[in-house]
């Protein structure tokens, strides 16, 4: 069964510009969460979605927005890109919302953004 | 917001020896877990706990949840080239998805 999969993998933008990543979650999983994973540092919530709604949302800035469609999969936004966006974008899903002692979140590789 | 202190920051030990990482936070957690990231991946979960004083094994390696709930450790034994990498401790106090990552302890074995 395929894995969480996200694309693209690496990407180079300039500041200003906008950002679109795409996150396909494992089959049967409805929630989706976003993470940024700035180097040397441990990953940083900043969504969850689940049934295509907002249900939770980390300390970051109205620049960045996600969506998750009827399918499950889900998009994260980032507009007006700052040098400070460059990270690694991690997205991950789990089966439901997330209860204690339920829930485990199976992460995918990664987006690799570059803000120049 | 919520911190956790993990450290190490760095490990460089011979293989056979036994790790031993730890996180501590300054506000309880409803659960703990433990994963490893390697280069070019996304964190995989090596332990989750769920329950205060709770010890969960998996395979070579055991974690802890603390009793005051503020604290958790990993230990790994007989640690192998292949155990090189990142590990992360999270925590998780709210309904839902949103984890705690500590900074990450990085592990590297001399063969």
Known sequence: DAGVTQSPTHLIKTRGQHVTLRCSPISGHKSVSWYQQVLGQGPQFIFQYYEKEERGRGNFPDRFSARQFPNYSSELNVNALLLGDSALYLCASSLDRGSFGANVLTFGAGSRLTVL | ?111
């Open chain 2, 1 to 111: 917001g919520q911190q956790l202190n993990q450290s190490p920051q760095s490990m460089f030990i011979q293989e056979g020896e036994d790790v031993s990482m730890n996180c501590t936070s300054s506000s309880i957690f409803n659960t703990w877990l433990w994963y490893k990231q390697d280069p070019g991946e996304g964190p995989v979960l090596l332990i989750a706990l769920y329950k205060a004083g709770e010890l969960t094994s998996n395979g070579r390696l055991t974690a802890q949840f603390g009793i005051t709930r503020k604290d958790s450790f990993l230990n790994i034994s007989a640690s192998i080239p292949s155990d090189v990498g990142i590990y992360f401790c999270a925590g998780q106090w709210e309904y839902g998805n949103k984890l705690v990552f500590g900074a990450g302890t990085i592990l590297r074995v001399k063969s």
